[in-house]
């Protein structure tokens, strides 16, 4: 069993690596801040708009509320990791641009201390910037009688990754609580230039480049009540601290001179606050909602306060025939959900809100009460408008997660 898990440390370290170089994105609203930020967590709760706060299951892992590592039978050891397959289509008033990106998205590891203490530890992105675009505008000058050519560029690559480490303790029957210590790491670089037609005129560019290490942490708490003698809703919360980033940071204008502006530590990560609930019935039906709240306007990003507080709203439905039928079907999961997301910047005024629907299907790959099941999902979403010179997005994501659940911990008898 040692070397088994020897074994799956190492490859933890080694798909962590990889996935913290080639976490991607085509998205020109990731201009912004520190780009999108990843919500919800893996398979099960992707494919449910994303719940997390309430979610609590004895087959999945949840270490968006680190009070739900408790629910694993006391005899697992759980695996999980998850890849994504994103097409985009982003529509301004003139053109219509198509990307394709694809992602090694999380790896994790989920097991049991006592019957009372679990433990989950593993990496998944914080935030993903990625964008690239060209503007080209002929406009009348008062230089001149003639018109000026004006080429804007902007591009941008990166994001901020998340190691986490978490107990799960379960002081008494229905109570969990938890907590993960959360390391946040990587680099992000924005790049911005205008260039003209007329020689006299300097061409100016912008160079910001952040490089991130932070550690904070979050809290989770969850209760169970019993409704009936088949019915029960679990009822959680979250709360992240603020943190202040430990970040070498410098912005770079080039011009007829060139300025290098440092702006080391200036940064932070926001505290939030989640809530929610999920409704369990007959062992077959999951349904919740979920929301949360991000205090944005409280963080400096190259010294300012340009952005404002976030909310999050989220439902969700899982269903399961029959856990143990002989039927193959009545053994899947079937999954959807929704979520709402309200941005934490303005572009030209205007909040870039996004909807998100999710729909999915969980494939045992054999009968017992801790099957390894394949998750595989899509979620459509869509952010922006072609009003007002912004941009339109719409995407398509595939998901696929693998949930690895294997007896370790069971005394075996000798003959």
Known sequence: MIRRFVFIVLMIGGVCFS?????????????????????????????????????????????SNPASYTAIDTLNFRIEAGASFIMERNTDAETVKRSKTGNLEYLAV?????????????????????????????????LTQDTLVSDYTYEGEGGINQLYLGLGFKPFTNLSVG??????FGNIEYNSGVSFDKSYIYHVSQTKKIHVRDFCANLGVQGSFKL???????????????????ADAEKTIVSSDTVVLNYDNNFDTPASFGIGFVYHFNNRVLAGFD????????????????????????????????????????????????SVDKSYYKVKGENINKVAVDAGFGF?????????????????????????????????????NVTINERWFAKRKLE
Request: some cysteine; aromatic content about 14%.
């Open 19 to 63: 996935s913290a170089a080639q976490n991607k994105l085509s998205s020109p609203y990731t201009r912004n801040g520190y780009g999108a930020i990843t919500e919800g967590g893996f398979g099960q709760s992707a494919q449910m708009g994303g719940l997390s706060a309430g979610l609590r299951s004895a087959y999945f892992t949840n270490p």
């Open 179 to 184: 907590a993960n210590l959360l390391y946040h």
């Open 364 to 400: 045992p790959l054999k009968k017992g009460l801790n099957p390894t099941v394949i998750n595989v999902g899509v979620e459509y979403g869509k952010c922006g408008t072609t009003d007002n010179g912004l941009v339109k997005e719409q995407y398509l994501k595939g998901t696929i």
């Open 110 to 142: 989920h097991f049991p201390i006592k019957k009372w203490l679990a433990t989950s530890f593993g990496m998944r992105p914080y935030s993903t910037v990625g964008y690239e675009s060209n503007i080209h505008v002929v406009e009348p000058t008062n």
């Open 228 to 246: 009936g003698a088949t019915q029960f809703l679990t009822v959680g919360a979250t709360y992240q601290f603020k943190s202040e980033m430990k």
């Open 291 to 338: 929301y949360k709240h991000t205090s944005w306007s409280d963080i400096r990003f190259f010294g300012e306060k340009p952005f404002e507080d976030g909310n999050r709203f989220a439902w969700g439905l899982q269903y399961l025939p029959g856990k143990n039928s002989r039927r193959y079907y009545q053994r899947m999961y079937y999954r959807c959900g929704l």
